[in-house]
């Protein structure tokens, strides 16, 4: 059987990592978007933000002709699935911005009119529960060889070719036996050991994406509220809770790092987007909200590290390492790094800032209201603080000797807990979810 081709709508971090990785297994595949300035840089070989592997990717299926990219909506026509994946944002009051979805909906149904062989449509952009139902569907439903389904995705940035090569589990929205049927035949051309497929109606599918992304947020936010209990209690460290806890196979270790709080296009999008959508359906449904508001009070927790280390003055100089919302990923998309930067530029301090991969995005934010340093020596150089708020491997192996030699005082705040608190005993260390460390 003839591997079907592949168009992609909506060149994003799912999308291109989706299209390339379709090129790579050698699947046809056409990435179309609207932005034309990205078109051309995706044809010269690229990609305009940094996830691991996929310019080498990209580069690899360019050279072997099985991608290709186009503005131009109409290339669904040469090809026989499409997989939609624009963004769906939120809006100023955190509901979810379908308007490109619709758009792109509405023209394709334009678009495949005519067209004489099957098209299926799989709907991969994050959407509320009910939406392919009742917005998508029924754009196509007068359509004959149009067939809609629905398939979730769950890849992390940083780590988005790697879940997209071996998912935890497919899902499969569908509102007919044949349609999914369709979808499933093409996952088990690409996938040479094939995970796990559940078939589920379009809206349970809709319904297990949100459901995994408030399970995850809720995750964060419940073990960040232990961890400020922790931080008043004398010798507690939340890491030690968290590895206890997490040894007990019901609740398991993945997600239980105390931090600065998620951030990033997802998790605050998602639990912004369910909280407006509940409004409709429980009025009473608490717990989301307080996940949110757990995550936004978490970087005042930093704030408040800060204040009490004596550190709020306008001729202070504070030093951050780490601005991406995570590390392996160039993204400043809801990072607490801008929350906390526009605090401590109120407060008129002198803020240098150091990040391997995210400098040119915080740059556009902030312009020259604070000073990029390209080494970490050079971010230390005369501060007073220094802040860790992403997790990258190369602050995880930082000595004490660097903060001594370069600081003017050495105060170190870990708001990742990145670093091992007993090497730092003789620095003001503090960190996240650590209890004062003198009482025994
Ligand atoms: C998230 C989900 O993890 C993916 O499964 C999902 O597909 C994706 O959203 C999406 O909806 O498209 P992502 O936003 O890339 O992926 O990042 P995460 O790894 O979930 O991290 C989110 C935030 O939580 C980051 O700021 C991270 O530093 C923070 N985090 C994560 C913690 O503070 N503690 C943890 O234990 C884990």
Known sequence: MNKPKISVIGLGFVGLTLAVVNAKENFETIGIDIDKEKIEKLRSGKPYFYEPKLKNYLNKSLKTKKIHFS???NQVLKTDI???TVGTPSTANGAIDLSYLKKVVVNLSKILKNKKSTHL???????LPTTTLQMVSPVFKKIKNVRVVSNPEFLREGNAINDLEKPHLIVIGESNRKDGDTLEKYYKMFYKKIPEI???DLTSAEMIKYTNNAFLATKISFINSIANICQKLPNVDVNKIAYAIGKDSRIGSEFLKAGPGFGGSCLPKDISALIEFTKKYDKTNKLFKAVKEVNIYQASQILQ???EMNLFASNKTISILGLAFKANSDDVR???S??????LIKKGMKIKVHDPMAMNNFQ???GDKIIYCKTIPDCLKNSECCLILTEWNEYKNLKPLIFSKNMHKSNIIDARRILEPSDFSKLNFRAIGLGPQSVN
């Open 121 to 127: 449509i799989v709907v991969k952009s994050t959407v």
């Open 198 to 200: 559940l078939r589920v």
């Open 71 to 73: 503005d131009d909506l």
């Open 334 to 336: 809801e990072a607490v």
């Open 338 to 343: 801008i929350r906390i930067v526009k605090h």
């Open 364 to 366: 556009k934010i902030f």
């Open 305 to 307: 590290i800060i204040k």
């Open 82 to 84: 499409s997989f939609i």
